[in-house]
């Protein structure tokens, strides 16, 4: 048992903006990799319309050919009830996903240019997918732009914590607070998930922080001193979200798996990762890709003092 869980968002937040469709065959080696080197969650694909992400076309056969590990969640993001029905069929035919994601967002202006559709709309759209779920998945509900939003400036973190309740209150068991442009300081970070720790206990608190401006491992240390145990990654820090590149510009990704992963490890915090395989894997993605990526630890490689048993192991409150 690991302190903390990170979930891989390589092989579907990484590649949903990629300009290369990955082969069928890339995207399984990926995933097992993904699975091999200890992760136990990983967010293998999308149920979108094929015809807006063509990039998921084969999400289905994604999902019959993967292998599982034990305990391991494959996480499929939906976007409508629709999604909802496909993960149901694949479910039937004993491929499915065992995680489904949701999606809010904390503003009405970035709600309506990402998702085109107002607040009030996605939460009626949310409310239909839960039924539509019928608790036959581990949920996850993502609120993108908790910490600040480029179009409206300052979120209010009491906002923030009724879409948390909201989510409680229909049964989401996971509710990840997404820094999506990279707007939140590790002070805003550790005030809103101590509050959502104090005020919604049941909840399992998730960080999905984005690097856009270097901070995204300082916060996600912030969030780890406040109790958060659970943080999205992605290997090479691809992946993130375009709202950025449309309406602000820069750097989209996410924290790199590999940084946080050294960064934890050489603290004493235990990953459940074999750090040898993930750098085996992290040469892959970049192969793949064909490009450097930007992790930090692909460059200059694991602290060398990770051999050695760190001298004041950081405890796991
Ligand atoms: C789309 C979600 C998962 C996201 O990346 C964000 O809002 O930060």
Redesign the pocket.
């Known amino acids: 048992m690991s302190d903390v869980v990170i979930c891989e968002c390589f092989a579907r ?1 990484g590649l949903q903006h990629e300009p290369q469709m990955l082969p069928l065959e890339t995207k399984l080696a990926l995933i097992d990799q993904f699975t091999d080197m200890g992760l136990t969650r990983i967010e293998a694909m999308s149920y979108s319309n094929p015809k807006v992400i063509p990039q998921f076309a084969d999400a289905t056969e994604v999902l019959a050919g993967i292998r599982r590990g034990d305990g391991v969640y494959y996480k499929a ?1 939906c976007a409508n009830v629709r999604a909802v029905e496909r993960a149901l069929a694949d479910t039937e035919k004993g491929i499915g996903a065992n995680e489904i ?1 949701l ?1 809010v ?1 904390a503003t009405d202006s970035h709600s309506l240019k ?1 998702l085109k559709r107002t607040r009030e709309d996605q939460w009626k759209n949310i409310t239909d997918m839960v039924a539509a779920a019928n608790g036959r998945y581990r949920m996850v509900g ?4 908790a910490f600040g939003c480029p179009f409206e400036g300052t979120v209010s973190e009491s906002d923030v914590l009724k879409d948390v309740e909201k989510f409680s209150k229909a049964g989401v068991q996971l509710v ?1 607070l ?3 442009t990279g707007m939140a300081v590790p002070a805003t970070t550790q005030r809103l998930f101590s509050a959502v720790i104090k005020e919604f206990p049941d909840v399992v608190p998730v960080a ?3 690097d856009s401006r270097g901070t995204g491992i300082v916060n996600y240390l912030a969030a780890y001193e406040s109790g958060v145990r659970y943080f ?1 990654c992605s290997m090479g820090g691809v ?3 375009p709202t950025e590149v449309k309406y602000g510009g820069g750097f989209t990704g ?1 924290v790199c798996t590999e940084d946080w992963v050294n960064l934890l490890e050489s603290m004493g915090v235990t990953t459940g990762i074999d750090l040898e395989k993930m750098m085996a894997t992290s040469a892959y993605c970049e192969s793949v890709l064909g490009r450097q990526l930007y992790s930090k630890v692909a460059l200059s490689g694991l602290n060398p003092l990770l051999d050695r048993p760190a001298a004041t192991p950081v405890s796991a409150s």
């Open positions: 937040d993001t994601s999606l967002s990402n993502t609120i993108s732009m990840a997404g820094d999506t999905h922080f984005h999205d992946g993130g979200h996410n």
